[in-house]
């Protein structure tokens, strides 16, 4: 009598469980990849929107010469957070009509040169606050002939990152435009 031998194939459910788990971390990679990726394409959003309004406010400037390029803006130094707008040095036509409301809209009755420059400011201030919440931002003009400013943009994002060194990096980044009006 011959006794035959039968071989099992196939796998063992320790082999399908080490595949399971390999195939686990692969994905948990996948997402983590996933998720930064993301958050960077948040993030270069923000970092667009910033070159764009500081560009808009250059452009502003660019218009009313009839200001930006005058003594009065000689060192001065512009902070805007949220909507207030504060002059802590320099631009004393500025400064008397910064914290009124300006209205230079109408055709018939132009702005004098430092309303529409407060008008811009408040406009861009109020276009600002919802496209990069908790922003600074900075207009420092220098002394020379010609003036030159510099526009510098602070804001906070959500950063996220593959490790704890990166996020402080990440959280709070700036845009800084050099302008010659």
């Known amino acids: 009598m011959q006794l035959k ?3 099992q194939r196939g796998f063992t459910l320790l082999e399908v469980m080490v595949a399971l788990l390999v ?3 692969g994905l948990l990679g996948v997402l983590k990849l996933e998720t930064v990726a993301y958050a960077s394409t948040n993030i270069a ?3 667009s929107l910033a070159a764009l309004e500081a560009a808009s406010l250059a452009a502003s400037m660019h218009v009313n010469r009839g200001y930006w390029a005058t003594p009065d803006t000689s060192a001065a130094a512009i902070s805007l957070n949220g909507t207030v707008i504060t002059i802590a ?3 004393p036509l500025l400064s008397g009509v910064i914290n009124t409301a300006q209205v230079c809209t109408s055709l018939t009755v132009p702005c004098a040169p430092p309303q529409m420059a407060a008008y811009d400011l408040q406009q861009w201030a109020r276009t600002m606050k919802p496209l990069l919440p908790n922003y600074t931002a900075t207009v ?3 002394t020379a002939n010609p ?3 510099m ?3 602070q804001w906070n994002e959500n950063a996220v990152a593959f490790n704890n060194q990166e996020t ?3 959280a709070s980044p700036s845009y800084t435009l050099y302008v010659e009006p």
């Open 151 to 153: 526009i510098n943009i």
């Open 168 to 170: 402080g990096a990440l």
């Open 147 to 149: 003036v030159s400013c």
């Open 140 to 142: 420092n003009c220098g």
């Open 5 to 7: 031998i039968q071989v």
């Open 45 to 47: 959003a923000k970092r």
């Open 89 to 91: 040095a320099g631009a």
């Open 23 to 25: 195939l686990t971390v």
